[in-house]
């Protein structure tokens, strides 16, 4: 391969480092799995990696837990931006409306916990995340994308995409 351009310093070949782990959970028969994958050298280190993946599956579990109507959206009021939380709030109301028509649905969907499975994120910035957590609801399984941001002096949630 050939690269065209003016470069000072040095720079090692070779994958980026990876953080995996594992967090427990109260619901999980066992311990959920997370890969974090940075997109560049420096940024987070193991142990913030970590605190991450636990904070990732709580805003996810929750997430889901309010837009079936389990909990109140409020629940996430220090975790979101209010721009996430107007868009969860919608959800929750549009989901509660559709299964009012779908019984079936609320059966298979509202009733059980929600159970993480796995957890995969990248780091994209020095003040951005992005996380898919896989999860299940009963047989339904479920993917919730978060995107994470840094912002004065903790991480948010700046979307959340639930389905």
């Known amino acids: ?9 040095t720079y090692q070949y070779g994958p980026l480092p990876s953080y995996d782990g594992f967090i427990v959970v109260e619901l999980s028969d066992r311990p959920v799995r ?3 994958q940075p997109t560049f050298i420096g940024g987070l280190n193991a142990k913030e990696c970590h605190s991450m993946a636990m904070a990732a599956c709580r805003i996810a579990c929750t997430s889901a837990d309010a837009i079936r109507g389990k909990l109140s959206v409020a629940h996430l009021n220090r975790a979101m931006t209010k721009p996430c939380l107007d868009r969860l709030q919608t959800m929750q109301y549009l989901l509660g409306t559709h299964m009012v028509t779908h019984p079936e649905l609320k059966a298979k969907f509202c009733y059980l916990p929600t ?3 796995l957890i995969d994120g990248m780091i994209t910035g020095k003040d951005t995340l992005e996380m898919a ?3 299940t609801i009963g047989q339904e399984n479920l993917r919730v994308n978060l995107k994470l941001k840094y912002i004065g002096s903790r991480w948010m949630c700046i979307y959340a995409d639930l389905g």
């Open 1 to 9: 391969m050939e690269y065209s351009g003016i470069f000072h310093g």
């Open 34 to 36: 997370y890969h974090i």
């Open 115 to 117: 159970v993480p499975t």
């Open 133 to 135: 957590v896989f999860m």
